[in-house]
């Protein structure tokens, strides 16, 4: 895989009663693998505000970390059948949020990348949604149609 990719993230959230959100997006972020690891680095901006925040992921076979620092900060570890609890610090205020993660999948081509991460979330110890994470990584000279 090289340095320079397109990552896609998507998410889907099912609430109790409720319809299944879900949002994508798609952006150039950087790659590498280091110490049994893969890391993806990338900026993102939120509506109506003008600072960004940095966003790292680092995953292996049983682990994701998702560390957000500037207008959003907090650190996500989702790990399997392990629930960990983290400060999700926005604009708005804080939130305590739980991941309980049932199951994490890598799996890697030549030129892609795919994870699926399903876990359950809770926010300030409250059931919120059972969510899935689907994430490729693909070289940028690809192009994004081929996602």
């Known amino acids: 895989m090289t340095k320079e990719i397109f990552l ?3 998410g889907l959230q099912i609430e109790q009663n409720e319809e299944a959100g879900e949002m ?6 950087d790659y590498y693998w280091r110490g049994g690891s893969h890391y ?3 900026e993102e901006m939120m509506e ?13 076979d049983t682990c994701l970390e998702v560390f957000k620092k500037g207008l959003i900060n907090v650190h996500m570890v989702f790990e399997e059948n392990k629930k960990n609890i983290t400060s999700y ?3 708005y205020g804080n939130i305590m949020i739980g991941l309980d993660t049932e199951s994490i ?3 890697e081509k030549e030129n892609q990348i795919k994870v ?5 979330l809770e926010a300030n110890y409250q059931y919120l949604a059972d ?3 689907e994430m490729e990584l693909h070289p940028r000279e690809e192009g994004i149609g081929l996602m």
């Open 89 to 91: 610090v926005t604009p």
């Open 40 to 42: 993806v680095i990338y």
């Open 131 to 133: 969510c899935k994470i």
């Open 8 to 10: 896609s993230l998507k």
């Open 116 to 120: 699926q991460v399903a876990y359950t």
């Open 48 to 60: 109506g505000f003008t600072e960004s925040t940095r966003n790292m992921i680092k995953f292996s």
């Open 105 to 107: 999948l890598v799996e």
């Open 24 to 29: 994508e997006t798609i952006t150039p972020a």
